[in-house]
Structure formats: structure tokens, C-alpha cells
């Protein structure tokens, strides 16, 4: 990837993966690769799968950054900046993203709702320290 053959690198990926399917870090290369070769919101759908296995992993989220970026998918960046925040002890940065996210769902139900969840559950979390 570093030298720009980007689809040499995803089928390299892509059979690696077949022999290690579980390889987090195998998963992770992919999710770039994918990015990189334009197709992020592939490699959106993939980390989210991740995030759901391995949220507390700052390395998905640093790929879900990175992804969301070339997707993007603003709604899902303020998503994983918040998660990142939270996992490394940034509570009101955490909060702040958040805050934007479900600004920015507007009146997107699913995603408002999503957004407000974890807004409930960070300062549940908050109140208990």
C-alpha cells in the first residue's frame, strides 16, 4: 500500500484472509486497503462489524477514522472520535463529539437515537465515578 498498488495489496489481504479469517490485524490491513482503493464504505460496513467484536480496540477505531474520512461519513467519524475519547479517558471530548453526531443526524431517527443512546450511557457512566 505504501507503494501505491493498492489492488496488489488487497488481493494479497483478501487471500490472507481466507487462510486467517479472524486476524484482527489482518482485518484492519483490509479496511485500508479497501479505503485506499476506494472502496471505504465497504470498509465501513467491515469496521463496524469490528467495532461490534472489538469496540474496546483503539486500533478499530483509529481504521474507522481513517475509513469514514474516505467515505465520507461524517455521522460515523463523530461516532468513532467518540469512541476513541471515551476508550483513552476523554470523557467531555467524548461527549463533545457525540454532541455533534446527533446534531448532525438531525432528524435521521435511527442515527439521532444512536447518537443519544451513548449520550445517556457516557453520562450514566460520568455520574457513577
Known amino acids: 500500500m505504501q507503494a501505491g ?3 496488489q495489496a488487497l488481493s494479497l ?3 490472507e484472509i481466507s487462510i486467517s479469517p479472524t486476524s484482527l490485524p489482518l482485518q484492519l490491513l483490509l479496511t485500508r486497503a479497501l479505503s485506499a482503493s476506494g472502496q471505504a464504505h ?4 467491515m469496521l463496524n462489524d469490528l467495532a461490534s467484536q472489538h469496540g474496546d480496540d483503539p486500533n478499530v ?3 474507522m477514522i481513517v475509513a469514514c474520512r474516505s467515505a465520507s461519513d461524517r455521522l460515523g467519524l463523530y461516532r468513532a472520535r467518540a469512541e476513541i475519547d471515551d476508550l483513552y479517558g476523554h ?3 467524548a461527549l463533545q463529539q457525540l454532541q455533534m453526531g446527533l446534531q ?3 432528524s435521521d431517527y435511527p442515527e439521532h437515537a444512536r447518537f443519544e443512546s ?3 450511557e457516557l453520562n450514566k457512566e460520568e455520574s457513577q465515578k
Open 5 to 7: 498498488q493498492n489492488s
Open 13 to 15: 489481504l483478501q487471500n
Open 42 to 45: 465497504r470498509a465501513v460496513t
Open 61 to 63: 477505531w483509529q481504521a
Open 91 to 93: 470523557d467531555k471530548q
Open 104 to 106: 448532525a443526524a438531525g
Open 118 to 120: 451513548r449520550i445517556e
